[in-house]
C-alpha cells in the first residue's frame, strides 16, 4: 500500500453526498424460508457502512440481492437513482464490485491476470479487435495493464504481480480480490468477510486499506465480525438479525444498544484490541464467526466466472478457499 496516509479521517469528515446506494424493502425468500425480511439500507457517497450480525443472519444473502446474484422476493435495489439490473454483470458495469465471502480468484493465473480479468467490464474491445490485434487493441491492452499496475501498487502487491495467485499467502490473496474488484472502477464497493482468517496485523493492514479506498472516493459496504474492525471504521452500521435490522446507527450507538448486546455482542463493546482478548470480540467470534458454510451452493461457483466474465473453464479452475 504505498499512497496510504496513517492519519484516519474522522467519520465527520466522510459523508459528502447523496445516496449511492438504496435498498428498499428488500426481502430473499428461498422456499420456506425467509432470509432477508423487508430491509431498507442506504449508503451515501463518500461513507464506510458495516453490516453486522450473527452467523445465518442473512447478510451474504442481502450482498447477493444487492449485487444481482439473487433477485430479491420483493423490493428494488438502486445505484445513483436507477434500478440495478438483476445481472452481475451488469451490477458490476453499473459500478458495483464486490468480493466473496470465499475468496474466489483464478488460481492458475497470475496476480495481474486475475486483476485485469476484473477489467473486463470496464474495457471496449470486443472479441474481433481481439482477434485482430491490431494498433487499437494493443493500445486498449497496455492500457490496461498500466491501470491494473496502478493498482497493484496501491494494494501492496505489485512485485507480486507475475506469482500465479494460488502461491500468494492467504491474506495477500483477500488483497487481491479487493484489487480484483477496483479494477472494475466501482463507485462501491461491497467486502463480504474482508479479514476474515487474517492474523491481527493483517486485519489492522486491512482497515487501512479501506479507509484508504474510501479516501480514492469510492464508497464502501462492509460485513465483518472483527468488532473493533467495524466500529473504527465504519460511519454508520446495521445490525441484521434474523433477515431483520434490528438497529442502525453511528458505531458508538451500534455498539451501546441493548438489543445488539442481547442478540449479538454478548455485552458492550470497550474497542480493546481483539488480540488482547477482548470479550465481546470473543463472544462474538466464538458463537458466530466460525462461518458455517451459509452461501448458495455450487449454482455459485459458476456465477462468479460469469461476474468475472469470463468461464471458469477458460481461465483455469477457480479457487475457493474456505477457512
Ligand atoms: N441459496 C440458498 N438457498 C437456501 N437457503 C439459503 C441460500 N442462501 C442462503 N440461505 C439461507 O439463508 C440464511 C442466511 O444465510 P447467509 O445470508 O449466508 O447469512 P450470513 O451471511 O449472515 O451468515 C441461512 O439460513 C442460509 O442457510
Ligand atoms: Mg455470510
Redesign the pocket.
Known amino acids: 500500500m504505498t499512497t496510504i496516509t496513517k492519519e484516519q479521517p474522522t467519520p465527520a469528515q466522510a459523508p459528502d453526498g447523496g445516496p449511492l446506494l438504496q435498498a428498499s424493502g428488500v426481502i430473499m425468500r428461498?422456499g420456506g424460508?425467509t432470509?432477508v425480511r423487508d430491509v431498507d439500507l442506504t449508503v451515501n457517497s463518500g461513507e464506510i457502512v458495516g453490516l453486522i450480525?450473527p452467523?445465518?443472519?442473512?447478510?451474504?444473502?442481502?450482498f447477493n440481492c444487492l449485487t444481482g446474484l439473487y433477485v430479491p422476493t420483493e423490493g428494488t435495489v438502486s445505484y445513483r437513482g436507477e434500478i440495478l439490473p438483476p445481472k452481475p454483470h451488469l451490477v458490476t458495469q453499473a459500478g458495483v464490485a464486490r468480493t466473496f465471502?470465499n475468496i474466489r480468484l483464478f488460481s492458475n493465473m497470475t496476480v495481474l491476470e486475475n486483476v485485469l480479468v476484473g477489467r473486463h467490464t470496464r474495457t471496449r474491445e470486443g472479441l474481433l479487435s481481439a482477434l485482430i490485434r491490431g494498433p487499437r487493441y494493443h493500445k486498449a491492452e497496455a492500457r490496461s495493464r498500466e491501470r491494473a499496475m496502478e493498482i497493484l501498487e496501491f494494494i501492496g502487491l505489485a512485485d507480486k504481480a507475475d506469482h500465479l495467485s494460488r502461491n500468494l499467502p492467504y491474506g495477500e490473496q483477500r488483497k487481491l480480490e479487493i484489487a480484483r474488484a477496483l479494477a472494475s472502477e466501482p463507485g462501491l464497493l461491497l467486502l463480504d468477510e474482508p479479514t476474515a482468517g487474517m492474523n491481527p496485523q493483517e486485519t489492522r493492514a486491512t482497515e487501512e486499506l479501506v479507509f484508504a479506498i474510501r479516501d480514492q472516493g469510492i464508497a464502501v459496504l462492509v460485513?465483518e465480525h472483527d468488532m473493533r474492525f467495524i466500529f473504527n471504521l465504519c460511519d454508520r452500521v446495521a445490525v441484521?438479525v434474523q433477515g431483520e435490522k434490528l438497529v442502525e446507527g453511528t458505531s458508538d450507538i451500534v455498539q451501546q444498544d441493548e438489543r445488539v448486546i442481547a442478540a449479538y455482542l454478548g455485552e458492550p463493546f470497550e474497542g480493546a484490541p481483539a488480540d488482547e482478548g477482548d470479550a465481546a470480540v470473543e463472544q462474538a467470534e466464538a458463537g458466530f464467526g466460525a462461518?458455517a458454510e451459509?452461501?448458495?451452493?455450487a449454482g455459485t461457483r459458476a456465477e462468479a466466472g460469469a461476474d468475472a466474465g469470463i468461464a471458469a473453464d477458460d481461465a483455469g479452475e477457480e479457487q475457493e478457499n474456505d477457512r
Do not use: S, V
Not at 452467523?55 to 442481502?62: D, Q, S
Not at 451459509?294 to 451452493?297: H, I
Open positions: 428461498f424460508l432470509a450480525g452467523n445465518g443472519a442473512g447478510k451474504t444473502t442481502f465471502q460485513i441484521l462461518e451459509a452461501e448458495a451452493g
